[in-house]
């Protein structure tokens, strides 16, 4: 049975295709656009997941869709009539496009693939899942767990905000719920929104910066814009938010209780703003330990999974994890609405379908979310070259010590190797990689090739079987989706005087072996990678650590910012020629900076809008 999963219309449409059970292809629409987030009808993604299964519309047996608009529409009608007549501009606003548009999708679904099949069944085989139940089936199906409580975290779907579930074999059954306007993901937007960045994408930002600060205003959030109870279920204020009924955020109340009004995005961070993020990434973290806890208490599972956006944070992920409420936690590693096209597929076959599970023993089903397209040798040579860049071939071997040379010398060095990466994070598949143990690697890649903020980490890739003598964490974290110190023996003890530095001023402490992955608090965002799930990587970071004796790199999503990571051999040559990195290794072949046409050297620094 083939299900062709998607989500759209929101921010980062997607699809993904499976088949029996067993996840075939999976991509984001932006990946292929080329635009941030893209919220189109994923067309594109649905040719690519087609084409990888070496089949057609026609033998799709049936289309999930990851929400269901009608439960959307109730609750922007019963929103604004709770608030009447305050809001009516928003509402206003809204209403023309939800008449046009969102409310009638099936129709609008069906228009958008009888363009691919004018003749395919969509009577019959277009389904529709409700948003929480795609997130928890996203994050229990492909699992390694027979069983497990799944917690589901984001801004809102239709109407549920926070939802539980337990899964069990083939079954999925939403126990509990919170409902919208109380939001753990609208809370963290919109003290994203108060600090100067672009909610649903800059909330990453926040959690990069709060270690720069200090937690003061967590109290002052707790004691008057959350209700948080033991469980871990709150009530927000609203009288503080606008997001119900305006067309921002926050309002003039939240600015008085944090003394002015919100940064905007041009000017410097202050440090309000740190102690800001720092706040809010406390009070999240207290929210999601106090939830975990009483469902573990409550359910007595060992395993936990965990999607939704707010499972995005790694941060609060390793807390979790570090509690040891669960025995067992896995995270989707696509835990926004991209993994909502993946959910929507798996509810259908095997909560409307009833399909039987079958697990792989201790190992999840996501192939290490490489799920996207891949190129050959021939295919990258052929689009290169008519380009104009300049191809060096070798083995894989000779490509392997090369790359690793150049890392070791110092160097920026563009992977691009095999399939996708599905979801925000680039595993190694479409990676910009540095010199962890180099103390100015951070801010080169930030500000020369990436084009961002200097103060945010980067993540260290490590071999599985060498993590716990680096980090303070000896457990599978293939996704970049937990955060734990650098291992004490690898710390370099700050001064005195470099103690009472604050903000970004701690940026330039040398404050471990690996700075470079190293954030102000001593922590990192760690991706751990085994020689089975991706040979290639694996072997690149032994000959690093050959050369080196540290078997550990820097690792970035191959772009820069506001661009969507690269996910054709154009795309990485162009942010080659756009940016100071100095190498590309694509496929078997390399391609040196200093080798290219100078006459095709871009301009990337402004090419993408802020993200």
């Not at 057609?56 to 529409?73: E, G, H, R, S």
């Not at 909610?199 to 930002?205: L, P, T």
């Amino acid at each position: 049975m083939r299900i062709l999963g998607i989500s759209a219309f929101y921010h980062d449409s997607a699809a993904t295709l499976i088949e029996d059970g067993r996840i075939i292809a999976a991509a984001q629409e932006e990946r292929f656009s080329r635009i941030k987030q893209d919220a189109n009808f994923p067309i594109r993604a649905i040719e690519y997941c087609l084409d990888e299964s070496g089949g057609a519309l026609t033998n799709i047996d049936y289309v999930a869709f990851y929400d269901k608009p009608f439960l959307k529409f109730e609750r922007l009608l019963e929103t604004y009539l709770s608030f009447a007549p305050k809001g009516f501009e928003s509402f206003n606003k809204a209403m023309p496009i939800w008449l046009k548009e969102k409310l009638f999708q099936k129709d609008m679904l069906r228009k958008e693939f009888r363009k691919v099949d004018a003749n395919f069944d969509w009577q019959n085989k277009l389904l529709f899942t409700e948003h929480h139940q795609s997130h928890a089936a996203s994050a229990f199906f492909p699992s390694p767990f027979e069983d497990a409580v799944i917690l589901t975290m984001d801004g809102v779907g239709e109407w549920a905000t926070t939802s539980v579930a337990i899964g069990s074999a083939n079954k999925l059954n939403v126990t509990k719920e919170l409902h919208f306007p109380h939001s753990l993901g609208l809370l963290y937007s919109a003290f994203t929104y108060y600090t100067g960045f672009r909610v649903n994408s800059g909330e990453y930002k926040v959690m990069g910066l709060a270690p720069y600060g200090e937690p003061v205003y967590a109290q002052k959030i707790l004691n008057n814009i959350i209700d948080l109870k033991e469980d871990g279920s709150f009530r927000l204020d609203q009288s503080y938010f606008d997001y119900c009924t305006g067309l921002r955020m926050t309002n003039e109340k939240f600015d008085h209780l944090f003394g002015g009004p919100a940064r905007k995005s041009e000017d410097l961070l202050t440090d309000r703003e740190m102690n800001l993020a720092a706040s809010i990434q406390a009070v999240t973290e207290e929210v999601v330990l106090r939830l975990t806890r009483s469902l573990a208490k409550e359910t007595n599972s060992k395993n936990l999974c965990l999607a939704g956006g707010v499972a995005l944070n790694c941060v609060a992920n390793g807390k979790v994890l570090r509690d040891n409420a669960f025995e067992n936690i896995w995270i989707q590693p696509a835990a926004g609405d991209a993994g909502g096209a993946l959910g929507a597929a798996l509810a259908a076959y095997y909560v409307y379908q009833n399909q039987p599970r079958e697990r792989t023993e201790s190992r999840d089903t996501m192939q290490g979310a490489y799920l996207g397209p891949s190129f050959s040798d021939e295919d990258i040579v052929e689009r290169l070259e008519k380009i104009g860049a300049i191809v060096e071939r070798h083995s894989l071997d000779e490509m392997t010590n090369i790359a690793a040379q150049a890392l070791a010398d110092g160097k920026a060095v563009g992977w691009f190797q095999d399939r996708m990466e599905f979801g925000p994070r680039a595993l190694g598949n479409r990676s910009i990689l540095g010199d962890p143990r180099s103390s100015t690697m951070q801010k080169t890649l930030n500000l020369k090739i990436k084009y961002r903020e200097s103060f945010r980490p980067f993540a260290p890739s490590v071999r599985r079987e060498d993590v716990a003598d680096w980090f303070d964490m000896d457990t599978d974290s293939p996704y970049m989706l937990l955060v734990a110190d650098v291992a004490k023996k690898r710390q370099i003890k700050m001064s005195e005087a470099d103690q009472k530095l604050f903000g970004i001023e701690k940026l330039n402490v040398k404050r471990s072996e690996i700075p470079a992955v190293t954030h102000v608090d001593y922590s990192a965002r760690i991706q751990t990678i085994e020689a089975e799930i991706n040979p290639k990587y694996h072997t690149l970071i032994t000959r690093f650590k050959e050369l080196t004796d540290c078997p550990v790199v820097a690792n970035t999503s191959f772009n820069v910012r506001g661009e969507p990571i690269v996910c054709a051999p154009e795309d990485a040559f162009y942010c080659l020629m756009g940016t100071e990195l100095d190498m590309l290794a694509i496929g078997n072949c390399i391609l040196k900076k200093e080798s290219q046409n100078p006459e095709l050297k871009l301009d990337y620094k402004d090419a993408f809008e802020l993200d």
